[in-house]
C-alpha cells in the first residue's frame, strides 16, 4: 500500500500565475481534504472532496478549487498566484460513511514557493 | 467554531526527561481531539486520538494524553524522551463524525538536547 502519494514534490511559481497540485489516496479510501500549511504555522483547511464534489470548505478565497475524479484522485487548483500562497499544501484521505471516526491519512505535501 | 491552543511554540528537554506539551481547545460540540507529529520535510503521522472512553490515551512512540473535558485540555506526555522525538508536534481537533475536517494548533517543536 503506497499510502497518500502527492505531485510534485516542490513547485516555484510567480505571482499572478495558476498552479495545480494532484493528490492520490490511500487504497480503499474515498474522502480528499486538502489543507495549507504555511511555514511556522499549523495546517488549515481548505475543502473536502466525496463523491467528486465539494462537501465541506475552510475560510479561503474562491482562487482555491478542487475536483475529484472517479477513481478518487483530487487535484487542487490555485489562481491568481499571491505571494502568501507560499506553503506547504498537504492532501488527507479517509474512508466515509459510518457515524465512527475514520482516521484521515496525510501524505507528504507539495511545497509551494510564489515569486 | 472549534479553536485550538497550543500554549508552548518551543520546548527544549535533556534526553530521557519527561515532557509535556499542552494543548487547549474550544469547541460548542462533541468532538475528538489529535496529536500529529511532523518531522523535517514530512507529512503528519498520528500519534493518538481521544474518541470517547478513557480519558487516558496511550499512543506510538510512548507518548500518551489525557483529555479533561473541565478544563477542554488535552495534554501529550512522555515519561522519557529521545532525540529521535525531535520534531514538530500538532494539537488538533474535529467534530464528532466520520472523516471531519481538523482544526489544528499552530504547533509545538520538542527539541531533545543531547
Known amino acids: 500500500d503506497a499510502g497518500v502519494t502527492q505531485s510534485p514534490t516542490h513547485l516555484i511559481k510567480t505571482r499572478g500565475q495558476q498552479v495545480t497540485l494532484r493528490c492520490s489516496p490511500k487504497?480503499?479510501?474515498?474522502?480528499v481534504s486538502w489543507y495549507q500549511q504555511a511555514l511556522g504555522q499549523g495546517p488549515q483547511f481548505i475543502f473536502q472532496?466525496?463523491?467528486?464534489?465539494?462537501?465541506q470548505r475552510g475560510n479561503f478565497p474562491d482562487r482555491f478549487s478542487g475536483h475529484q475524479f472517479p477513481n478518487y484522485s483530487s487535484e487542487l487548483n490555485v489562481n491568481a498566484l499571491l505571494l502568501g500562497d507560499s506553503a506547504l499544501y498537504l492532501c488527507?484521505?479517509?474512508?466515509?460513511?459510518?457515524?465512527?471516526?475514520?482516521?484521515?491519512?496525510f501524505g507528504p505535501g507539495t511545497r509551494l514557493t510564489v515569486l | 467554531a472549534q479553536s485550538v491552543t497550543q500554549l508552548d511554540s518551543q520546548v527544549p528537554v535533556f534526553e530521557e526527561a519527561p515532557v509535556e506539551l499542552r494543548c487547549n481547545y474550544s469547541?460548542?460540540?462533541?468532538?475528538?481531539l489529535f496529536w500529529y507529529v511532523q518531522y523535517p520535510n514530512q507529512g503528519l503521522q498520528l500519534l493518538l486520538k481521544?474518541?470517547?472512553?478513557?480519558?487516558l490515551v496511550k499512543g506510538i512512540n510512548g507518548f500518551e494524553a489525557e483529555f479533561n473535558k473541565s478544563q477542554t485540555s488535552f495534554h501529550l506526555r512522555k515519561p522519557s524522551v529521545h532525540i529521535s522525538d525531535t520534531a514538530e508536534y500538532f494539537c488538533?481537533?474535529?467534530?464528532?463524525?466520520?472523516?471531519?475536517?481538523?482544526?489544528f494548533g499552530s504547533g509545538t517543536q520538542l527539541t531533545v538536547l543531547p
Open positions: 488527507a484521505s479517509a474512508r466515509a460513511g459510518g457515524s465512527t471516526y475514520n482516521e484521515q491519512f
Open positions: 487504497s480503499g479510501h474515498d474522502t
Open positions: 472532496y466525496y463523491e467528486e464534489e465539494e462537501r
Open positions: 469547541s460548542s460540540v462533541s468532538v475528538y
Open positions: 481521544y474518541l470517547s472512553g478513557s480519558t
Open positions: 488538533a481537533v474535529s467534530s464528532s463524525g466520520s472523516a471531519r475536517q481538523l482544526t
